[in-house]
C-alpha cells in the first residue's frame, strides 16, 4: 500500500524478482492508498495535530485500501507491515519469519508518517531497514520484499542459491573473481585454478574469516 505505487513496480517488476513473478513463483500487488481517498482533491494527508512540520497522512484511506485488500483474498496466514524506522530492524533471521506467511501487506509511509491509529488497527509488525531517515517506506519495502522472496522455493536458481551467502551462513563470503585472471597486474589466486576442491574450500573459508574479522568481527 503506497501513494509511489510505479515506484515499486518498477523495482520489483526488474530482475530476478520480476522473472520470478512472471513464472508464477510469487505475486506482489501495488495498491495506491490515493484511489481510496473519499476527498475531492484525492488527498490523503493532513496536519498533525498539536502542530508541527510536514503532512502525515490520513488514517481513513489506508484503512479503506488495507480492506479492500482483506476482503478481496483469502489467505489464513497473513500479516500487515509498516516500514518505519521507529521499527525492529530487519536482519536474514526477521526475513525468514516471514516465510511461514502466506501473504504479506506491506503499508508505505510517507511525509512526516502515518496517523498512529492506522498502526493501532491493522499493523502487525513494524520493521526498519537501518537507523537512518528516508522520505518515503517504498524502498525499505523493496528492499523487504527481496529479501523475503529470494528464499522462497522457485525465485533464485540452483546457480544463485542463497544458503551460502555472507550473513545467512553466520560470517561474511569468501571473495569471488572471474575472467580475466590478470586483471591490471592484480591475478587471480593460483589456488582457485588449481582444481584442487579440498584446498579451494580451505582457501575460501579462511578468506572468509578474515573478512569477516575485518570488516565484520560482531558476526563471529
Ligand atoms: N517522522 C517519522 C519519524 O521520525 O519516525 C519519519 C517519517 S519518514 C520521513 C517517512 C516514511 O518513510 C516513514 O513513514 C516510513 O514508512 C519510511 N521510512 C523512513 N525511514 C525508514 C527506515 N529506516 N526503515 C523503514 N521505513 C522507513
Request: proline letters at 5%.
Amino acid at each position: 500500500m503506497t501513494l509511489f505505487p510505479d515506484l515499486t513496480d518498477g523495482i520489483l517488476g526488474e530482475s530476478i524478482i520480476g522473472r520470478a513473478q512472471n513464472k508464477g513463483a510469487i505475486e506482489i500487488y501495488s495498491h495506491n492508498i490515493r484511489d481510496f481517498s473519499e476527498d475531492k482533491h484525492r488527498r490523503v494527508d493532513d496536519t498533525p495535530c498539536g502542530g508541527g512540520m510536514g503532512m502525515l497522512m490520513a488514517a481513513p484511506p489506508i484503512y479503506r485500501c488495507w480492506k479492500n485488500i482483506t476482503e478481496n483474498t483469502d489467505f489464513k496466514k497473513r500479516k500487515t507491515v509498516y516500514m518505519s524506522p521507529q521499527g525492529r530492524v530487519l536482519t536474514q533471521n526477521v526475513a525468514k519469519e516471514y516465510l511461514d506467511c502466506e501473504q504479506v501487506i506491506i503499508l508505505c509511509g510517507h511525509y512526516e508518517g502515518v496517523d498512529r491509529r492506522i498502526i493501532e488497527e491493522i499493523v502487525d509488525d513494524e520493521i526498519s531497514i537501518g537507523d537512518y531517515v528516508l522520505t518515503g517506506g517504498e524502498l525499505p519495502a523493496c528492499i523487504f520484499v527481496d529479501c523475503v522472496s529470494r528464499m522462497i522455493d522457485g525465485v533464485l536458481s540452483d546457480s544463485e542459491c542463497f544458503e551460502n551467502e555472507s550473513i545467512s551462513n553466520g560470517m561474511l563470503e569468501y571473495p569471488q573473481y572471474t575472467r580475466p585472471i590478470d586483471f591490471m597486474g592484480r591475478k587471480v589466486p593460483e589456488v582457485l585454478l588449481s582444481g584442487n576442491h579440498k584446498k579451494i574450500n580451505e582457501w575460501r573459508y579462511k578468506a572468509a574469516l578474515e573478512l569477516t574479522k575485518k570488516n565484520r568481527p560482531d558476526l563471529l
